[in-house]
């Protein structure tokens, strides 16, 4: 089983609709999630920490449950500019030591 | 302006010719890493570096070798390139080695390297 395992997608939405995105962790002592952004072929960008009591950022929330390893991404009202694949991103091994991995993505396009 | 630079964007090479790509943060990061992007699999990380001299493995080291011997710099190395190496890769920082949730990455725009 992988350490991060996402579900690849593509998601095809219309404008204006609201999308979830899940993402499952294997490391029961994982400290640290994330999510990031990545444009095609451009560098990935942080889109947003999770943190233990979820947190929200515009349209985006994010969820962590840790008793079944998984954390989520809520997209609401999505925009044109919101098509791009989604990383989750997991630190193992909190504080020192920084050994991140990063779940192979979920593309999502936004449809006019 | 605060950036991670990488260079080259672009390379392509044949099978045994030592190469080293070059990744360089002004934000005085205490944290660099390199990562390679393959379909299907991900970012995974190369090798990663706490501070100036420490360095540590990542899930994928086999074949690379890295350097810090100044905070901004951090190469990566390619004794013998071998075609499966053939990926994107990506080089990031961040401020410090501390509790990863503070820490964003910050990446270089990524190198695509072709090893034929």
């Known amino acids: 089983r992988k350490e991060v395992e996402q579900d690849p997608g593509p998601f095809n939405v219309p404008e204006g609709a609201t999308v979830a995105f899940n993402c499952t962790y294997s490391n029961s002592a994982s400290q640290s999630f994330f999510w990031y952004r990545q444009d095609c072929r451009k560098e990935p960008k942080l889109l947003m920490s999770v943190y233990s009591s979820g947190n929200e950022d515009g349209r985006f929330t994010a969820q962590l449950n840790r008793a079944s390893q998984y954390i989520s991404l809520l997209i609401r009202d999505s925009k044109l500019s919101d098509s791009a694949t989604y990383l989750c991103v997991v630190n193992p091994r909190d504080n020192y030591g920084q050994n991140f991995v990063f779940g192979p993505g979920t593309r999502l396009s936004v449809l006019p | 302006e605060a950036q991670v630079t990488q260079n080259p964007r672009y390379l392509i090479t044949v099978t045994g010719k030592k190469l080293t790509v070059t990744c360089s943060q002004n934000?005085?990061?205490?944290?660099m890493s390199w990562y390679r992007q393959d379909p299907g699999l991900g970012l995974r990380q190369i090798y990663y570096?706490?501070?100036?001299?420490?360095?540590d493995k990542g899930d994928v080291p086999e074949g690379y070798k890295v350097s810090r011997k100044e905070k901004r710099n951090f190469p990566l190395i390619l004794e013998s390139p071998s075609p499966n190496q053939t990926s994107l890769y990506f080089c990031?920082?961040?401020?410090?080695?501390?509790?990863?949730?503070?820490?964003?990455?910050?990446f270089g725009p990524g190198t695509r390297l072709t090893v034929l």
């Open positions: 934000m005085n990061h205490e944290y």
């Open positions: 990031a920082s961040s401020l410090s080695g501390g509790p990863a949730l503070y820490n964003e990455q910050f």
């Open positions: 570096s706490m501070n100036v001299e420490v360095t």
